[in-house]
């Protein structure tokens, strides 16, 4: 049975805003793509690189990994380019009284 966190208020995480959330021993990165909200694992599966702090593309829903520039498709976790190729791990959004909130097992 999956696990709910509270990330934060919808207010606070505007359209082209990310942000990571701890949870247990994995960090996730929560981006708020033109006004949709999507989760997905912040590490790179090329090099385990945090990829929020890459460039986040609304117009593509897309992230960017700032060390060799793997874009991640953050609907599905799929690698778009390489260095990567191997998917990052999603996770279902609830939004809940305006908070954001993850579905996590």
Do not use: Q
Not at 8 to 25: F, H, I, M, N, T
Not at 35 to 60: F, K, N, T
């Amino acid at each position: 049975m999956p696990e709910t966190i509270t990330v934060c208020p919808l207010a606070e995480l505007p359209p082209g805003s990310k942000r990571v959330v701890e949870w247990e021993d994995l960090e996730i990165g929560v981006f708020n793509c033109a006004g949709a909200i999507y989760a997905i694992e912040d590490r790179c599966s090329h090099d385990d690189g945090p990829l929020v702090e890459g460039r986040l593309d609304e117009a593509a829903c897309t992230i960017e990994c700032p060390r060799h520039g793997a874009r991640f498709d953050l609907r599905t976790g799929r690698p778009l380019t390489l260095p990567a190729y191997v998917a990052v791990d999603t996770y279902p959004v609830v939004i809940d009284d305006d908070v954001i909130k993850l579905e996590v097992d």
